[in-house]
């Protein structure tokens, strides 16, 4: 059985740094790249990040370009979100998924229960 488990949201202030992971199990880890995306109250799902199988390639949205940092660590079967300069438009649950290298929810296969980021201003 595969599962997805995030962890290390919570509520924080505006300016500080949070560090997510997602502890993978019951897959092929190293084969799959993997992906963040956020849900925000009242809107629809979007990309956040994603890094390929390797670690070698990351893609942002640009909303988050330069203030997050995706990276994995395959030996751990586990990835990271280091999210720095926090605002309180970065508040959503945050979900980690595993598939295909891209942009989209549907090229990700297996998808986790999410973690809630709030940022207070």
């Known amino acids: 059985q595969v599962q997805l488990v995030e962890s290390g949201g919570g509520l924080v202030q505006a300016g500080v740094s949070l560090r997510l992971s997602c502890a993978t199990s019951?897959?092929?880890?190293?084969?799959?790249?993997m992906g963040w995306f956020r849900q925000a109250p009242g809107k629809e799902r979007e990309f956040a990040a994603a890094?390929?199988?390797?670690?070698?390639?990351?893609y942002y949205a640009n909303a988050v370009k330069g203030r997050f940092t995706m990276s994995r660590d395959n030996a751990k079967n586990t990835v990271y979100l280091q999210m720095n300069s926090l605002k309180p438009e970065d508040t959503a649950v945050y979900y980690c998924a595993a598939g295909a290298l891209g942009q989209r929810e549907s090229e990700y296969r297996y998808w986790g229960q999410g973690t809630q980021v709030t940022v207070s201003s």
């Open positions: 890094i390929s199988w390797s670690g070698g390639r990351t």
């Open positions: 019951g897959l092929s880890f190293s084969n799959y790249a």
